[in-house]
RNA sequence: GCUAGUGUGGCUCAAUGGCAGAGCACAUCACUCGUAAUGAUGAGGUUGUGGGUUCGAUUCCCACCACUAGCUCCA
């Protein structure tokens, strides 16, 4: 650790601090709650958890308990002692605690074995840690929820309960990372779906979302900007069917890999399954001639609509529906030509992201252990997506074997409101399913070869896409996406007449426009609109409608003075075609 | 699916083992108003669903459904 920096500034400190926060945590437990077993403890971004197996289940009234013993434990400035064990003696100081013997017992034959130990209490851990439990400012430290968590991941393995805490060196600091929570719950997408009309979901179907006539707005226009795009990065589009003889479903290796995930149906006594993927029906497509080499690249698109069977508990707004549409891709091509589509592929879905402003990362998962291909192809792949992000500077993490069973894949992970990620772009390499499809072309050289495949999505899905663009803008979208773009509000019913006009000549110049006849305040209309984030209000009173101009005020509460209809209406054309926020 | 919690008009939330309440929204009427909430009146709920305990359940118990947080899984 760096001995100069004791602040969060340095990352070392930072993790140690909430280390040693986890370990106050445990400690806190082990005296209110004995019986207590303890599994993991570790330093997380914002803060830290313990993952215990205790007959007490802890409810938010139990963890202010605990959060007392905590601050108990900061006041009692307990040195931290490092001290080292052989194995046999280390199992046996934890021979109690059933976890912990389970961790020595897989940790690698030559590994160090350290403790921690402070006061009453002992945990096995690497470190590093603070010096004293007084270093830990006790009135700093928030236990901020307990839920379950599996042991060492598993799902077939205990369920143990996971205490998530935070802590800082400044009670002002967490106030200030509380606030910064509670802020962003008002950007959650699925509250400002209801609030502004863009979706719902009911009990009715579980999964499956309802888009309303302001977030089909969202959708038309990002299905626009995405057929612009792709028109211009020479791609073709089809439409493939959403139900399909289950006997396909085989063939392309989904049914063993997937089949859990999948819904069928029977036509005719025949088995067939609504489609979770968009890419068989892709291949069908690609086999319906011969291609020859002058062909390749051939790069075709689908907004493709997927069913698939998610877990109850997965569930997430539109973050995580049972009905998603693709923004799919697939691209067939040679192996001279895969590293600059690929390239191409990459650009392509970064231009999309900066437009946007969204900041991202990307993660390179190699195949998984159900890879369906060979282990020269497995390794050929892997290596042709890290050449790739490498010759061109592109910073990425490893995620290991979080490929598709068909091949590795590049994603492109976009961040929710409170600090969640979800991949939404991705760039899956493919050698398998041209195999198992047998598609071809005619080289060249005159003979019959064997294409290779990019799938990819950019938006990923438009659902979970609309919902981190809504979390993005706190639903303040920029012009070109607002379902609502200007809200005429005349002043009395004075200006009725030319309140009309105006919404008619907006309408006719293909502006979303709507107006508020009501017999209400001016303060109550823009209330409303500056609720409902609509862009621009045009306020017209006596004066506008005697000087025919119009009063333009901003969501951002801006008065951007009195101008003629034509002007304004030039100025948000101009806004609209330029895509910008 | 798992662990814990939650479920009361469209929304946000009260209340109680004994006739279910407020604010906002909605409707009607009045008001015609200059940049974030005009007033009055009215309508709207078998308290998620199904069982059980009880003289009586929205409240207590059980099951199911949905939602929330996280885990697992994933676009």
Redesign the pocket.
Known sequence: MDENKYTFDNPDFKHAYRHTSSHILAQAIKRLYPETKFAIGPAIDEGFYYDVDSET?F?PEVLEKIEAEMRNICKEKLPLERFELPRAEALELMRDEPYKVELINDLPEDAVISFYKQGDFTDLCAGPHMDSTGRIKGNAIKLT??????WR?D?KRK?L??IYGTSFQKKEELDAYLERIEEAKKRDH?KLG?ELDLFM?T?EG??FPFFLPKGMVLRNELESFWRELHRQCGYQEIKTPMILNEELWHRSGHWDKYKENMYFTKIDGEDYAIKPMNCPGGMLAYKRRPWSYKDLPLRVGELGVVH?H????????LM???C?T?DDAHIFMTREQMHSEILGVINKIDSVYRMFGFNYHIELSTCPPNFIGSQEIREYSENVLREVLETNGKEYIVNPG?G?FYGPKI?FHLEDAIG?T???G?IQLDFQMPERFELEYTGADGEKHRPIMIHT?AL??I??FIGILTEHFAGAFPLWLAPVQVMIMP????SREYSEEIYKKLFDAGIRVEADYR??????K??EA??QKIPY?L?L????TEARLV?V?TRL?G?EGTMTLEDFTEKIKSEISSKKN
Do not use: N
Not at 145 to 150: H, M, V
Not at 541 to 544: C, V
């Open positions: 289940v409810t929820s307990c839920t379950g968590a599996y991941g799902s369920m309960q996971r699925r209801r979901i009990d579980p999964g698939r998610e877990l109850s508990g997965a569930l997430h707004g995580r529906v049972r998603f693709q979080d598709a994603d969640r979800w991949q939404c991705t999505v990923g899905s659902e979970r002043i009395t019913d004075r017999s209400e305040k001016i303060g109550y823009i209330r500056q609720l209000m306020v009173g006596d004066k506008e009063a005020r509460g008065d």
